[in-house]
């Protein structure tokens, strides 16, 4: 199994920054896939980002051009950078892994099959 560990939330005022982070630890040989996942109030659970081994990236259209995904495979690390945060933004941040291996590295909920206990991320307007 996986266990993944995320950290880094906290509360912002809009326009600021946060980083994410996620260690992944235990069976980790064929986690290529990793991403983050989000559940804000009143919203469904949304696919945020994703990165494959070799740092190809997948972004959900409410982040892109603001978020960046990054990953340190050595270390296990997964990353979340989050700029410009807006209220909008505020949710629940969960860090996920793929089980197996996947070739189309998209935050989709089916590409996953270990998920971290999430970090909560609040964004004052």
């Known amino acids: 199994q996986v266990r993944l560990v995320e950290s880094g939330g906290g509360s912002v005022q809009s326009g600021g920054s946060l980083r994410l982070s996620c260690v992944a630890s235990?069976?980790?040989?064929?986690?290529?896939?990793m991403g983050w996942f989000r559940r804000a109030p009143g919203k469904a659970r949304e696919g945020v980002a994703a990165i494959n081994t070799a740092g190809s990236t997948t972004y959900a259209d409410s982040v892109k051009g603001r978020f960046t995904i990054s990953r340190d495979n050595a270390k296990n690390t997964l990353y979340l950078q989050m700029n410009s945060l807006k209220s909008e933004d505020t949710a629940m941040y969960y860090c996920?892994?793929?089980?197996?291996?996947?070739?189309?590295?998209?935050?989709?909920?089916?590409?996953?099959?270990?998920w971290g206990q999430g970090t909560q991320v609040t964004v004052s307007s």
């Open positions: 996920v892994t793929s089980w197996g291996w996947v070739d189309a590295c998209t935050p989709r909920e089916t590409n996953f099959g270990f």
């Open positions: 235990g069976n980790t040989v064929t986690n290529n896939c």
